[in-house]
C-alpha cells in the first residue's frame, strides 16, 4: 500500500501519469479508501464521484464514492484557477454544499451553505486502472481541482426542488443539466456520501466542502478555457489561467 500511496503522490506533484498496473490496484473498497487518505493530513474537501448515470456506466458502481482535497486544491470565489499542474483535466458543473453538524437532523444545520462550481478531475491512473473503481477511490476519486463560486446560505426549497442548469465551455453551445442528473439529487448524493463517510471513518469536519456530482458529462479542459455555469438562479464564470 505504500507504494502506491508514494507513487500516486509522486505522479500528482510531478505532473504526470502514475507508474502503476491493474496488479498494484487495492482489491477492496475500504483498502482504497484507506490509500486515498494516507497522506492527506488537511482536508478542505470532498468530491463525490459515481452520481450519474454516465459515470456508474463506466465503474458499474451502486453507490456514490468520494475523495478527499486538501487546500491547495480548492478554490473560493477566485475569477479564475491555475490547472497547469493537473494531468488531462476535466471540467463538471457542480452544486457545492458546505458541511456543517452533520449529526443534526435539521438540514440548514447540516449544510449551512452552498455554492455552485466546478470540479476538475485529474487522475494520474494510466488509463486500464483509471476504469477500475478501487482505482478510482485510491487516486482520491480523480482529485484534481474544486472551484466554488456564489458562496450564499443554503435555500432548502431551491435544492429539495427538480432544476434544471445550463454549461458553457468557450464558444461551444450550451449543454444542459438536470438536477435529476444525479441519482437522489445533490442533496441525496450529499447524504450517501456522510454514511459512507461515517462508515468508512473519514475525518468528517465542519467547513468542509462537498462536490455533489456532476449536472453534466464533463469536458476536457486547458489554459485559457472559459467557463460558465448557471442553476437556482445563479450564474458563476470562471477563466482557466495562462499561469
Same mark, same amino acid.
Given at each position: &500500500?505504500?507504494?502506491?500511496?508514494?507513487?500516486?503522490?509522486?505522479?500528482?506533484?510531478?505532473?504526470?501519469?502514475?507508474?502503476?498496473?491493474?496488479?498494484?490496484?487495492?482489491?477492496?473498497?475500504?483498502?482504497?479508501?484507506?490509500?486515498?487518505?494516507?497522506?492527506?493530513?488537511?482536508?478542505?474537501?470532498?468530491?463525490? !464521484?459515481?452520481?450519474?448515470?454516465?459515470?456508474?456506466?463506466?465503474?458499474?458502481?451502486?453507490?456514490?464514492?468520494?475523495?478527499?482535497?486538501?487546500?491547495?486544491?480548492?478554490?473560493?470565489?477566485?475569477?479564475?484557477?491555475?490547472?497547469?499542474?493537473?494531468?488531462?483535466?476535466?471540467?463538471?458543473?457542480?452544486?457545492?454544499?458546505?458541511? !456543517?453538524?452533520?449529526?443534526?437532523?435539521?438540514?440548514?444545520?447540516?449544510?449551512?451553505? &452552498?455554492?455552485? !462550481?466546478?470540479?476538475?478531475?485529474?487522475?494520474?491512473?494510466?488509463?486500464?486502472?483509471?476504469?477500475?473503481?478501487?482505482?478510482?477511490?485510491?487516486?482520491?476519486?480523480?482529485?484534481?481541482?474544486?472551484?466554488?463560486?456564489?458562496?450564499?446560505?443554503?435555500?432548502?426549497?431551491?435544492?429539495?426542488?427538480?432544476?434544471?442548469?445550463?454549461?458553457?465551455?468557450?464558444?461551444?453551445?450550451?449543454?444542459?443539466?438536470?438536477?435529476?442528473?444525479?441519482?437522489?439529487?445533490?442533496?441525496?448524493?450529499?447524504?450517501?456520501?456522510?454514511?459512507?463517510?461515517?462508515?468508512?471513518? &473519514?475525518?468528517?469536519?465542519?467547513?468542509?466542502?462537498?462536490?455533489?456530482?456532476?449536472?453534466?458529462?464533463?469536458?476536457?479542459?486547458?489554459?485559457?478555457?472559459?467557463?460558465?455555469?448557471?442553476?437556482?438562479?445563479?450564474?458563476?464564470?470562471?477563466?482557466?489561467?495562462?499561469?
Amino acid at each position: &500500500m505504500n507504494q502506491l500511496v508514494m507513487e500516486l503522490q509522486r505522479a500528482r506533484a510531478q505532473g504526470n501519469v502514475a507508474r502503476v498496473g491493474l496488479s498494484d490496484l487495492p482489491e477492496t473498497h475500504a483498502e482504497a479508501y484507506k490509500v486515498g487518505l494516507c497522506g492527506v493530513t488537511d482536508i478542505a474537501a470532498w468530491k463525490i !464521484g459515481g452520481a450519474n448515470p454516465w459515470s456508474r456506466k463506466v465503474f458499474e458502481n451502486c453507490e456514490v464514492f468520494f475523495g478527499p482535497l486538501t487546500p491547495d486544491e480548492i478554490s473560493v470565489e477566485t475569477t479564475s484557477l491555475d490547472i497547469s499542474r493537473l494531468v488531462a483535466p476535466l471540467a463538471e458543473p457542480e452544486i457545492i454544499l458546505e458541511l !456543517g453538524d452533520w449529526k443534526a437532523e435539521c438540514l440548514e444545520k447540516v449544510f449551512p451553505r &452552498m455554492g455552485l !462550481g466546478f470540479e476538475i478531475p485529474a487522475s494520474v491512473l494510466p488509463e486500464d486502472a483509471k476504469a477500475q473503481l478501487t482505482g478510482q477511490i485510491a487516486d482520491r476519486a480523480g482529485a484534481g481541482a474544486l472551484w466554488i463560486g456564489a458562496v450564499q446560505p443554503i435555500d432548502t426549497a431551491l435544492l429539495e426542488a427538480e432544476f434544471d442548469s445550463v454549461f458553457y465551455h468557450n464558444d461551444a453551445g450550451p449543454m444542459a443539466g438536470h438536477s435529476c442528473n444525479i441519482f437522489g439529487g445533490p442533496l441525496g448524493a450529499a447524504y450517501e456520501f456522510l454514511q459512507l463517510a461515517k462508515r468508512h471513518g &473519514m475525518p468528517l469536519q465542519s467547513g468542509q466542502w462537498i462536490a455533489t456530482g456532476g449536472l453534466n458529462p464533463a469536458v476536457a479542459v486547458a489554459p485559457g478555457d472559459k467557463l460558465s455555469f448557471t442553476a437556482l438562479g445563479t450564474n458563476v464564470v470562471l477563466d482557466i489561467s495562462l499561469q
